[in-house]
């Protein structure tokens, strides 16, 4: 296909660097890519799964790692910050992505690039330059060993400008924490390992500034049709809640309906959750709001702690999923360690949410007598001990002591003991579950078992509609029991999907702007013209070529499930007193939705109607894999 005259909203180009080589290449983004996939993690998933043997180790050379922007990433559409990063994840050895926002997505398009693409290894600790039409590999030597935070500073020192963004990685990723991430200005691409990937490659850093315009087709409209919005983003209810106290504002709401989970999803009631939550460290602590490039929002707290024993601890205050995490799950009510634990992972690099279900899996296995103080190096674990908890985060950042197996995730330490401590291990495929207890919203369960990274709330966060959210455009027209299951299959499904278009387009999902909305904002940034029903059909297109991915490497439907603590032992008090996870008939009802066979698998006929038949067909050919797909 002869290279397009001119992109608007997409930048047009595509970094290549093989760092085993020290070769640089830029390619032309393909028209063809735009119109089957859109940007972002869609591209993303096309080029990995073109491209990767499945069957490489995460960590070795032959993975790659792809740096991608959404398709409205730079724009003025509310909430178009977003980039994704994505490989064969090292945690769970199937499909692995994680999204930041903040300013390096918007960055690296107005340098004029859409993407990058990493290769091989660096024999020595580097960093990749990006400013415009140079990109350069830089020596990192100094940079290795550093926090994110001093990684950022030094880096911006060194290069005389506080204008590039960076994003990078700090000791976790360098150690191969296998839930490492990494950060860009306090925003974290947090799960499934994606610091780790970076840090095998002995890639630190990737520098970029750009000077260049994000054009789009018709740009007075947009403006015109985005002022027009705003009152209705800022009048839904949960983005005042954002807004005022962030992430974490949530926590009361979400503790009354047995959402949140405390002691590793073991109690529904705990009487330290007033002191964890958001509008009570906010009111305490708050210096300013901060907001994310276009965002109308600004869930992004900045803290402050003045005196006392975290006396001068300064940063992100904690999100809902860090609080819940490492407060909630462990029986920690003391918010002031929670903030100086927001900053301490972000610093090391690693994920809070898969730190703290790593974290209390040890802690019940403790308890329990499973693991001893000869397994700990002689730590006494304790529920509810900030100190502890603070040394394990450091210990699991540094790969020291116990803090080795920890770094492996859940599974990983689960399967090491053994001892039947895989029963307490809170995950699915390897991926730590999320602070959202699906005994409480039970299409989140659902969510949770058939997302293609492993449990993962944002990938649908379908507890909105089972909270009586309604989308019309999606053809969700009632209000719905969250204890109910019949129904719920499709409804996942299309949920699922359309978060896929968001996160190809690049846009946040706390921003709330309807599926209508959206496939206006698409159409007039790019010059092409899709409804809402296009958009859905690339999303599923995007969802059914992650979960060929994960079938090829292994993982198929017999991975679609949650542990048993859902499914057989009920919550004794609480919002969700007395349910638990029906989930096989969920699941009957979500294949026969999604058109997969018993197995999981996707029929000829689904492949054939979503224009990947032939892709995925050559790749089973290629890898020699005998795959039964009716």
Same mark, same amino acid.
């Given at each position: 296909m002869d290279m397009k005259e001119k992109w608007f909203s997409y930048a047009g180009q595509i970094i290549r660097v093989d760092l085993s080589r020290s070769k640089i290449r830029i390619e032309d983004l393909k028209e063809e890519d735009v119109e089957y996939f859109l940007g972002g993690q869609g591209i993303a998933t096309k080029i990995l799964f073109e491209e990767l043997d499945p069957?490489?180790?995460?960590?070795?050379?032959?993975?790659?790692?792809?740096?991608?922007?959404?398709?409205?990433?730079?724009?003025?559409?509310?909430?178009?910050?977003?980039?994704?990063?994505?490989?064969?994840?090292?945690?769970?050895?199937?499909?692995?992505?994680?999204?930041?926002?903040?300013?390096?997505?918007?960055?690296?398009?107005?340098?004029?690039?859409?993407?990058?693409?990493?290769?091989?290894?660096?024999?020595?600790?580097?960093?990749?330059?990006?400013?415009?039409?140079?990109?350069?590999?830089?020596?990192?030597?100094?940079?290795?060993?550093?926090?994110?935070?001093?990684?950022?500073?030094?880096?911006?020192?060194?290069?005389?400008?506080?204008?590039?963004?960076?994003?990078?990685?700090?000791?976790?990723?360098?150690?191969?924490?296998?839930?490492?991430?990494?950060?860009?200005?306090?925003?974290?691409?947090?799960?499934?390992?994606?610091?780790?990937?970076?840090?095998? $490659? /002995?890639?630190?850093?990737?520098?970029?500034? *750009?000077?260049?315009? =994000? @054009?789009? !087709? &018709?740009?007075?409209?947009?403006?015109?049709?985005?002022?027009?919005?705003?009152?209705?983003?800022?009048?839904?209810?949960?983005?005042?809640?954002?807004?005022?106290?962030?992430?974490?504002?949530?926590?009361?709401?979400?503790?009354?309906?047995?959402?949140?989970?405390? $002691? /590793?999803?073991?109690?529904?009631?705990?009487? *330290?959750?007033?002191? =964890? @939550?958001? !509008? &009570?460290?906010?009111?305490?602590?708050?210096?300013?709001h901060k907001a994310c490039f276009s965002c109308p929002i600004g869930c992004w707290k900045h803290v402050r702690i003045d005196e006392g024993e975290f006396k001068g601890t300064e940063g992100r205050g904690p999100e809902y999923e860090t609080a819940a995490s490492l407060g909630a799950l462990l029986l920690n009510d003391n918010s002031e360690s929670l903030i100086y634990l927001e900053k301490l992972c972000n610093d090391i690099g690693i994920d809070t949410i898969s730190t703290g279900v790593t974290i209390a899996w040890a802690f019940e296995a403790f308890e329990r007598g499973i693991i001893t103080e000869g397994d700990t190096g002689g730590l006494k674990l304790k529920w509810g001990d900030y100190k502890l908890i603070i040394e394990l985060v450091k210990m699991i950042g540094t790969r020291r002591g116990f803090g080795k197996l920890l770094g492996e995730g859940c599974y990983r330490a689960a399967k090491t003991i053994g001892r039947n401590s895989i029963e307490i291990a809170m995950h699915v495929r390897g991926l730590e579950i999320p602070m959202h207890d699906p005994r409480a919203f039970k299409g989140?369960?659902?969510?949770?078992?058939?997302?293609?990274?492993?449990?993962?709330?944002?990938?649908?966060?379908?507890?909105?509609?089972?909270?009586?959210?309604?989308?019309?455009?999606?053809?969700?027209?009632?209000?719905?029991?969250?204890?109910?299951?019949?129904?719920?299959?499709?409804?996942?499904?299309?949920?699922?999907?359309?978060?896929?278009?968001?996160?190809?387009?690049g846009l946040c999902k706390f921003v709330q702007i309807y599926p209508g909305h959206v496939a206006g904002f698409y159409s007039i940034a790019t010059g092409y013209i899709k409804r809402v029903r296009d958009l859905l059909l690339v999303g599923e297109r995007i969802y059914n070529l992650k979960r060929m991915f994960n079938i090829i490497c292994g993982m198929g439907g017999e991975y679609d499930k949650l542990p048993g603590r859902f499914l057989k032992e009920p919550l004794k008090e609480g919002g969700a007193k007395g349910q638990v996870v029906e989930l096989d008939e969920m699941l009957r009802e979500y294949y026969e939705y999604r058109k997969w066979n018993s197995h999981g698998v996707p029929t000829l006929e689904k492949l054939e109607e979503l224009n990947i038949r032939s892709l995925v067909e050559k790749k089973v050919r290629e890898l020699n894999l005998k795959i039964h797909f009716n």
């Open positions: 069957h490489i180790d995460p960590l070795s050379p032959d993975n790659k790692l792809v740096f991608m922007t959404g398709a409205l990433t730079g724009t003025m559409v509310p909430g178009a910050c977003r980039a994704i990063v994505a490989a064969r994840s090292p945690l769970t050895m199937g499909w692995g992505e994680a999204h930041f926002g903040g300013f390096w997505g918007p960055e690296l398009k107005r340098a004029g690039y859409d993407g990058i693409i990493i290769e091989g290894k660096s024999k020595d600790p580097v960093y990749l330059f990006v400013y415009n039409d140079r990109v350069e590999i830089r020596d990192a030597s100094k940079l290795w060993g550093l926090m994110t935070s001093e990684t950022e500073r030094s880096l911006k020192s060194e290069l005389k400008d506080n204008d590039f963004k960076i994003a990078c990685i700090g000791p976790a990723g360098e150690r191969l924490v296998r839930y490492a991430c990494i950060i860009s200005g306090e925003r974290a691409a947090g799960r499934t390992g994606m610091g780790a990937v970076m840090g095998s $490659k /002995n890639l630190k850093a990737i520098a970029v500034k *750009g000077t260049g315009e =994000i @054009e789009v !087709k &018709n740009p007075d409209r947009l403006k015109r049709d985005v002022a027009r919005l705003y009152p209705l983003i800022m009048s839904y209810p949960p983005t005042q809640i954002l807004s005022s106290y962030g992430t974490n504002g949530e926590m009361l709401s979400f503790y009354k309906y047995g959402d949140v989970p405390i $002691k /590793n999803f073991t109690k529904g009631e705990w009487d *330290g959750i007033v002191r =964890i @939550e958001g !509008k &009570n460290i906010v009111k305490k602590y708050l210096v300013k989140m369960g659902l969510q949770y078992a058939t997302s293609n990274r492993g449990a993962c709330h944002m990938q649908g966060f379908f507890l909105r509609i089972e909270q009586g959210e309604r989308i019309p455009d999606l053809k969700i027209y009632r209000r719905i029991n969250r204890f109910d299951t019949k129904g719920k299959g499709w409804m996942v499904a299309v949920i699922v999907d359309w978060h896929e278009v968001l996160d190809a387009l």
